[in-house]
């Protein structure tokens, strides 16, 4: 079974620029989170889906981040425009439920770097 | 709010060495407690979890007890190897159906021949 996929795998994009990242979860999650980690500070919870709808999306950070699952199938993580601060490993996670004790799977992350 | 705090690091230890990785937690109710790690390259794989207290999740020689009293989950192993290197998340998921798991700052961990 494949796990979670995300790409691209790195990306070095100039200030100002767009991009945007690609996550697939593991077939038949309904649920799939966006995750991020900038320099050594800690992994924060961006928004939560399930199916296509938003479900939660707290944590992003401001309007220059757009997220959609459209057909609740893979989900996209736009930036636009970067800036530098957006530099660090975004990851992207799906699990089956959201019972407190059901595991969550991850992605390895794509790492973005903005200069 | 919940938080998640463990030692920071870097841990450098000889092959054969013990380990324990310090986490402690704030939260309301009773959450689920995890151990995530990631191996250089790779990305965040669970390594071991604990659902209520008193419960010991282990794997691959990896222990940690889910301790209420003192609202711990230490992660230890009692002999490592190089291939344990790596970056060790704690995190906990609030009970009931929330979904948001809260991290730690993460422990880098080293271990040589």
């Known amino acids: 079974e494949a796990g979670v996929t995300q790409f691209p795998s790195h990306s070095v994009i100039e200030k100002g620029q767009t991009v945007t990242l690609r996550c697939d979860p593991i077939?038949?999650?309904?649920?799939l989170y966006w995750y991020r980690r900038v320099m050594g500070k800690e992994i924060k919870f961006l928004l939560h889906?399930?199916?296509?709808?938003?479900?939660?999306e707290s944590g992003m950070p401001n309007n220059r981040f757009l997220a959609e699952r459209t057909g609740g199938t893979y989900s996209t993580l736009k930036v636009q425009p970067a800036e530098l601060e957006d530099s660090g490993v975004y990851f992207c996670?799906?699990?089956?439920?959201?019972?407190?004790?059901?595991?969550?799977?991850f992605g390895e992350g794509s790492w973005l770097t903005v200069v | 709010g919940n938080s998640v705090t463990q030692m920071e690091g870097p841990v450098t230890l000889s092959e054969e060495a013990f380990l324990t990785i310090n986490c402690t937690y704030t939260?309301?109710?009773?959450?689920?407690l995890f151990w995530y790690v990631q191996y250089p390259g790779e990305g965040l794989q669970l390594l071991l979890k604990a659902t209520k207290a008193d419960d010991k999740g282990s794997n691959k020689g990896f222990e940690a007890t889910y301790r209420k009293e003192t609202t711990s989950f230490h992660l230890e192993k009692g002999s490592v190897q190089v291939s344990d290197s790596a970056v060790y998340f704690c995190a906990l998921r609030p009970g009931g159906s929330n979904y948001k798991l809260t991290f730690g700052k993460g422990t880098l961990l080293t271990v040589n021949p």
């Open positions: 939260a309301t109710g009773y959450p689920s």
């Open positions: 889906f399930v199916k296509e709808s938003k479900q939660d």
């Open positions: 996670a799906s699990s089956q439920d959201y019972v407190s004790g059901n595991t969550i799977y």
């Open positions: 077939s038949g999650h309904d649920n």
